[in-house]
């Protein structure tokens, strides 16, 4: 038995989850309010560069890697495990709380991983873990986007795997360290790592099922997979250009979408990649400050993601209902969870004092002293966006806009707590960076506090709230319909069935026409053959001596003929 | 506070017009401020756009208007029944 300080973190998780499968009641509830205090404590007591090897044949397995990056993410995801089970508690659901558990264990698998193959390990069963909490939700949508995301997940773990084979194979090593984007082996760990992070075009699984899940399970799904995705790509792929540009169309694209989603958990989903975006593009820098731009953005932005996931389950949890058509006025039923989601809504849109501001204005900075003007341009314009459609329309049509009528219960009390610390967490990290800054994998050398900085963000937030009242007042702002809008998903949901459907339709018609006029070829064939031999035919007839001679000596001829040529 | 008559529900903050008004006056209020400071506050410029008088209140307005103006536009293209998919 090792001691503490010495377990692989994610084995707490998965020994919390088998204990979890087992209890009941109370005795369960504490288990899994304990699991990520033990881990935590775990944590704190290992030494700052520790190593845990596993031999497996010839090889051996690194299953445990301490660094400042590692660390950051260790503790950010005991954190966010610790807020998504107390806002799970009331549920007595085994299923989605044992995979939570275990989710959240593999999601530190992957984060300690210190070589390519127990990243894969992790890789997957982050994958088929989260996909039960997709399933969760037991209905029929859920399974069907459950389907679809796990089949995107798992083609992920295989491009990771093939990778991790063909790097095996060139150079002798399973490390996983700094990559460059050449050959075939760092390009397929780049794709697999880029659907996890949700790449442009590869990113719809994430708007597919993570609003099918449950209000709980959406709260643990925002956190981890996308996170682990970035943290592989700062540990792997940091400086590399290509992710500059990919994280600026990322951080980009997705506004458009959410300004017109009715579904307000699915418009979440949509700043979830567009706040992923944001890191993605600081990793592609790859200066210090970006990188701590890009790692302290990922700790900000999982705890205002899950206050915001966690609000919006709420109101889910309430009312059955998550459609901004359906919903409004909800203030008057739920003003502690109205408050906390505004607390997630300034943190996100980085106003001075919550957590956004002091983590996303690293990477702008960034953009600008490495000479990415347009990048920069990019992501103002993806600052401004998100507060119009996250920091303005989540809160605005939820409980304000026009009174749905609805009145239901506050939030049940776990939950209400579990905001409330991530709410304070926010406004702590926002108003006192310096914690975060002093966990960061590189010195911060940076100010977030200025008087321009505040200045120029408030000026910047204020006068797209004016443009929301602007369009509103005007009639121009596009209503709340109960719709669905199509994204890359209507390729392989609509496209692609459509496609097989007519080819198998062009396959059956032309089977269809083989049997059916074959028959006739064939019938019509044999009747010739027949007829050729029968009496009457040229080959059954009685042929005359004289005929028959005559036929021999041209055949004899032609023979000779032939012979002499 | 309930109502005498019970079937009638208590009035809430944003029922009353008014109040709605002030948050609007409240905003335009913080707007012109940030404004105004522009002329107070030196700030410090990494990008020549930067100079540019009300550089991030113009460019706040407009790419919020833009943006929706363009995700208007794209609803005509992209909007499908609610059951699209279910069918």
């Known amino acids: 038995m090792s001691s503490f300080g010495s377990i692989a973190p994610f084995l707490i998780f998965y020994v919390g989850a088998a204990l979890v499968a087992v209890t009941a009641g109370h005795v369960r509830s504490a288990i899994m309010l304990l699991t990520p205090v033990v881990g935590a404590l775990n944590l704190y007591a290992m030494a700052a560069d520790f190593n845990a090897t596993f031999a497996l044949f010839d090889y051996s397995l690194i299953v445990v890697r301490v660094d400042k990056l590692s660390t950051l993410f260790g503790y950010l995801f005991h954190l966010a495990a610790f807020l998504g089970i107390i806002f799970s508690l009331h549920l007595n659901d085994r299923m989605q709380q044992v995979t939570a558990l275990l989710y959240a264990g593999s999601a530190l698998g992957a984060v300690y991983a210190g070589d390519l193959l127990t990243l894969f390990l992790s890789w997957e069963m982050l994958a088929i873990t989260s996909f039960f909490l997709v399933l969760a939700r037991r209905t029929e949508r859920a399974f069907s986007a459950g389907m679809r995301y796990l089949i995107i997940q798992v083609l992920s773990g295989v491009l990771l795997l093939a990778g991790t084979v063909v790097i095996g194979y060139t150079t002798g090593s399973f490390a996983f360290d700094k990559m460059t984007l050449e050959g ?20 719809n699984w994430l708007t597919d099922a993570y609003p099918e899940s449950t209000p709980s399970g959406t709260v643990f799904l925002s956190a981890f997979s996308t996170k682990v995705a970035v943290y592989a790509f700062a540990r792997g792929f940091p400086g590399t250009e290509l992710l500059v540009y990919i994280g600026a169309t990322m951080a ?3 506004i458009f979408f959410a300004v017109i989603e009715n579904d307000l958990r699915r418009v979440l989903s949509y700043s979830l990649i567009n706040q992923v975006g944001f890191m993605v593009c ?13 790692v302290s953005h990922a700790f900000s932005h999982v705890l205002y993601k899950s206050l915001l996931f966690m609000s ?7 009312t059955g209902k998550m459609n901004g058509s359906d919903l409004g006025g909800l203030y008057k039923s739920m003003p502690w969870t109205t408050v906390f989601c505004i607390v997630g809504a300034a943190s996100i849109s980085a106003f001075p004092l919550f957590s956004g501001f002091v983590s996303k204005s690293m990477v702008m900075y960034a953009a600008i002293k490495e000479g990415h003007p347009f990048v920069w341009l990019a992501l103002l314009f993806a600052s401004a966006g998100v507060f119009h459609h996250a920091g303005i329309k989540i809160p605005y049509f939820a409980f304000f806009a026009h009174d749905s009528g609805i009145r239901c219960k506050e ?8 905001m409330g610390l991530t709410a304070a967490l926010c406004i702590f990290i926002g108003s006192y960076p310096w914690w975060l800054y002093s966990m960061l994998p590189y010195p911060v050398d940076y100010a977030p506090y200025t008087w321009a900085h ?6 910047l937030l204020f006068f797209s709230a004016l443009a929301f009242v602007w369009l509103q007042l005007r009639g121009l702002y596009p209503p709340e319909l109960p719709s669905t809008n199509i994204d890359v998903e209507w390729t392989y949901r609509k496209m692609l069935p459509a496609f097989v459907t007519a080819v198998r339709r062009v396959v059956r018609q032309v089977t269809d026409r083989i049997r059916r006029e074959g ?9 010739r053959i027949e007829a050729l031999a029968s009496q009457t035919g040229i080959l059954g007839s009685t042929w005359a001596i004289s005929t028959t001679a005559m036929w021999i000596l041209i055949l004899l001829t032609g023979y000779i003929f032939i012979f002499y040529i | 506070m309930a109502n ?12 009353d017009p008014k109040n709605i008004k002030r948050v609007l006056w409240g905003l335009y209020f913080v707007c012109g401020l940030t404004v105004l400071l522009d002329f107070v506050i030196h700030r410090h410029v990494d990008h020549p756009l930067e100079a540019v008088w009300g550089f991030y209140c113009i460019y706040g307005f407009v790419a919020c208007v833009i943006l929706v103006l363009i995700a208007t536009e794209m609803r005509k293209v992209l909007m499908r029944k609610e059951d699209y998919y279910d069918e």
């Open chain 2, 4 to 15: 005498k008559t019970g079937n009638q529900e208590k009035t809430y903050i944003f029922d």
């Open chain 1, 411 to 418: 939030a049940p009390l776990n939950m209400l707590i579990a």
């Open chain 1, 184 to 203: 075939l082996g760092p390009t397929l760990i780049f794709i697999a790592f880029g659907i996890k992070c949700a790449f442009p075009a590869l990113h």
């Open chain 1, 519 to 527: 028959g006739q070829i064939i019938s019509t064939a044999s009747n």
């Open chain 1, 252 to 254: 980009m694209f997705p």
């Open chain 1, 282 to 294: 600081g990793i592609g820098i790859g200066t210090s400050l970006a990188i701590n731009g890009a």
């Open chain 1, 454 to 459: 505040v200045l120029t963000q408030c000026q």
């Open chain 1, 312 to 318: 919006m389950g709420a109101v889910l949890y309430r």
